[in-house]
């Protein structure tokens, strides 16, 4: 079995890499839990200290860290550049204030002689996606490492050239051997691991299929699992919204990362009396989106990470159409060996077909008609998902009553869900569980433990 690094855009092989027999496997998970009882220990300050360097050594490599990304996964360099600018950031971002996140408290109200404190519990296994092969792992293993646990990164299968390095990234920074280790292993040893004595838990980033299959190996060895899965976000346009910032903000939303990002917007829900010029003007702009070479300073939007996602993508437009879906542009992969898909857009899915419940990941945006705000409501929350979801419309205060509405992770009104280090980010029901960043992503993996003098 290998793992195997395929550029998207031009779906050649550019690297391999052997996978780890179930021995080495075990063998690792045995030094890592033995680096972890030492690194448990460290002053605060070393561990703030690597942090920082870190993220000097991401800032100092962006440049070829930035080209690994866009030839495992496509995305158009200038946003590899973004995605590695933001894993330094996050690391300052918990250097800064982690210790504060971590410093020992004594909740309000509680008897004088209590405190409680935040401590290590071992190895923490991150089951890590291909979208964004590097913000991923580091906003799970920033904070995981500052806590004092360990991480074992089992990241997807095509972007092992990532995992190495990211490895080669935290050494550099001066952390100590097997503290962070990548390993090369597929799905199947995934429960292994979870069995081993050393690991405390797991963060899954993916599908729903892949939470529900790790979540339910973990919980037959009691460890913990934290889940972020998939979305299907919710956009709301109201009729007095300002479509010059509304209208963008769909493109950027559904089309970044070509599209393959688990708080894009995916479903336009538009009310009837701004329906027409939303469509006209948002099948407008998705049809100026440059696609193409991805290593091109002019290029909006590269290939999907991978010829199977984009034959993924087509069989759920193709369904879309059974069900009754008009295609107003694009719906079909465009010529040649890469897995480049157009900006698409489709009207008139009926909201309860089993396509419209599902994410699309890729640049389809499905479009909905809305009589009136109980109905654009209806249909926000009428799937399964629960990550994120936007509100556009002049009257704030509308905005933040219809978001309170919407039954998802983060809400926002006027503009572009995203993620920040300083606000907790997950989302509910088949969106998963658990959060990340702030102090909230910090303390999922630390034993919370309450101590008496009294
Ligand atoms: P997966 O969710 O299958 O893969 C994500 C990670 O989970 C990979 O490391 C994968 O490794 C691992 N994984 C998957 N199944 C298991 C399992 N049973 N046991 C252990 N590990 C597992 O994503 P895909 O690449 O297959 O994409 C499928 C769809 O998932 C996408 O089209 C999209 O809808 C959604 N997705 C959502 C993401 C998000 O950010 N919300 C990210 C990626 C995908 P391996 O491949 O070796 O099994």
Redesign the pocket.
Known sequence: MILQSVNPATNRVENTFPCWSLQTTATVLDDMSEAWSRWAVFPMRERVDMLCEAAREIRARLEPLAVLITHEMGKPLREARLEVEKCAMICEHYAAHGPQYLAPMRPHGAPQDATVVFEPQGVVLA?????FPFWQVFRIAAPTLLAGNGVAL????NVPGCAEVIEHIFLSAGLPENVFRSLFI??DV?EPVLSHPGVAGVS????C??GS??AAAAGRYLKKSVL????SDPFIVLPDAELDKAVPTAVASRCRNAGQ??IAAKRFILHRDIYDEFLERLIFAMEDVRVGDPLRPDTDMGPLASVY?RD?LQNQVDRCVEAGGCILLGGSPLPGAGAFYPPTVIADVPPDADVAGE?L?GPVALVFRAEDEDEAVALANGTDFGLGGAVWTADTKRGLALAARIRAGSVCVNGLVRSDPFLPFGGTRSSGYGREMAEYGLREFVNIKCVRTG
Do not use: I, Y
């Not at 089951?127 to 979208?131: D, E, I, S």
């Not at 899954?204 to 599908?207: R, V």
């Not at 972020?228 to 979305?231: A, D, H, T, V, Y």
């Open positions: 089951v890590m996606p291909w979208n089992k990241h997807a299968p597929d799905e995934v899954l980033t993916g599908s299929g892949a299959s790790v972020e899965l998939g979305g990002a688990c996602q993924r994410e990941f």
